[in-house]
């Protein structure tokens, strides 16, 4: 008969991984983070990912989803299913590039601009509460530290 504990990790291995991993950690933030904003930005029918790529597409020539995939850490595939929602809601278009017929540009349509000038006053004012609760300057050193993250 085997015995059920020989079957799993030692529970200080569980342990050091639980207080060490730079990985559990940051997709635990992650995760708390984006419910925070995902609550602030609902009044705008937007998740913190579609508003952070509403902010990227705010440029004066429309970006081509190859070179905006990387940007927001994503792969193209992932990007062109985050755009489907907010094409069909008129936030933004997708276009043909001029250069390149076969890569596609997204442009931020009028009513994109519109709902983003009103949702990125909330998302000030979260972020303020955000940062208000964290020691000085921690969230410059985690800016810092996770650009450093390649």
């Given amino acids: 008969m085997t015995d ?32 925070r904003f995902d609550t602030a930005l609902r009044p705008f029918g937007l998740t913190n990912g579609q508003f952070s790529l509403m902010v990227a597409l705010n440029q004066p020539e429309p970006p081509p989803i190859g ?6 850490g994503m792969d193209p595939s992932t990007l062109t299913a985050a755009v489907k929602p907010l094409a069909r809601r008129g936030l933004l278009t997708v276009e043909p590039d001029s250069a ?3 890569a596609r540009r997204l442009r931020i349509t009028p009513e994109g601009v519109a709902l983003m ?26 800016h810092h530290a996770l650009a450093q993250i390649s």
């Fill in 67 to 72: 070179r905006l995939a990387p940007f927001l």
């Fill in 117 to 142: 000038r009103d949702a990125v006053d909330v998302w000030r004012a979260t972020h303020a509460e955000l940062d208000a609760g964290l020691d000085d300057g921690t969230s410059a050193a985690l």
């Fill in 100 to 102: 390149d017929r076969r």
């Fill in 4 to 35: 059920a504990t020989t079957d799993i990790l030692p529970l200080e291995t569980v342990l050091h991984i639980r207080d060490t991993c730079l990985c559990l950690a940051t997709q635990r933030a992650a995760r708390r983070l984006a419910r």
